[in-house]
């Protein structure tokens, strides 16, 4: 894990899994909430998936974002990717990710899932992730990670990246 955060530090795009409703007209474009690409064309993405909505998740490696399988299987349903940089990154220019947060709990040396992410950014800001939501992930910054941290056994560990 900390090999795939070293390698991709460099934090151009925020992609979100989604997926358009055909059912409605016009098409309603809905946030799936269990999938969140970060990183940079040609650097790659972190992949962040609910590995158990409401309370873990999966990091992984992406070449290039795709769209979940999930939504490849619902006829009604086109999936997508929303690109949400302007809200949670800058839209101007490429963050360097400094370091990451990953708070973890008795079940990650077994299943590699995580409870929760805190990256620092080079601009002074931070970006969290935290999948213990009933909705998915969310996405917020430091004012954020009381809904992480302050879960019992959870514990933080850092690791600089860049």
Same mark, same amino acid.
């Given at each position: +894990?900390?090999?795939?955060?070293?390698?991709?530090?460099?934090?151009?795009?925020?992609? #979100?899994?989604? *997926?358009?409703?055909? %059912?409605?007209?016009?098409?309603? /474009?809905?946030?799936?909430?269990?999938?969140?690409?970060?990183?940079?064309?040609?650097?790659? *993405?972190?992949? =962040?998936?609910? #590995?158990?909505?409401?309370?873990? +998740?999966?990091?992984?490696?992406?070449?290039?974002?795709? /769209?979940?399988?999930?939504?490849?299987?619902?006829?009604?349903?086109?999936?997508? =990717?929303?690109? +949400?940089?302007?809200? *949670?990154? $800058?839209?101007?220019? #490429?963050?360097?990710?400094? $370091? /990451?947060?990953? *708070?973890?709990? @008795?079940?990650?040396?077994? %299943?590699?899932? /995580?409870?929760? =992410? $805190?990256? $620092?950014?080079?601009?002074?800001?931070?970006?969290?992730?935290?999948? #213990?939501?009933?909705?998915?992930?969310s996405l917020g910054d430091e004012r954020d990670l009381w809904?992480?941290? @302050?879960v019992g056994d959870v514990r933080a560990v850092e690791i600089?990246?860049?």
């Amino acid at each position: +894990m900390i090999r795939l955060f070293r390698q991709c530090h460099r934090f151009e795009e925020l992609l #979100a899994a989604a *997926y358009g409703d055909l %059912s409605s007209a016009p098409e309603r /474009v809905v946030l799936y909430g269990k999938q969140i690409f970060i990183g940079a064309p040609g650097a790659g *993405y972190l992949d =962040l998936s609910v #590995a158990h909505l409401g309370q873990w +998740m999966q990091v992984g490696h992406a070449a290039e974002p795709t /769209v979940h399988p999930e939504l490849a299987e619902e006829d009604q349903l086109r999936g997508v =990717l929303v690109d +949400m940089t302007g809200l *949670y990154l $800058s839209s101007r220019r #490429a963050l360097e990710c400094k $370091s /990451v947060i990953v *708070y973890i709990d @008795d079940e990650f040396p077994a %299943s590699g899932r /995580v409870r929760g =992410l $805190s990256f $620092s950014l080079d601009d002074g800001t931070s970006l969290v992730v935290d999948p #213990a939501n009933v909705d998915g992930i969310s996405l917020g910054d430091e004012r954020d990670l009381w809904r992480i941290a @302050d879960v019992g056994d959870v514990r933080a560990v850092e690791i600089p990246v860049g």
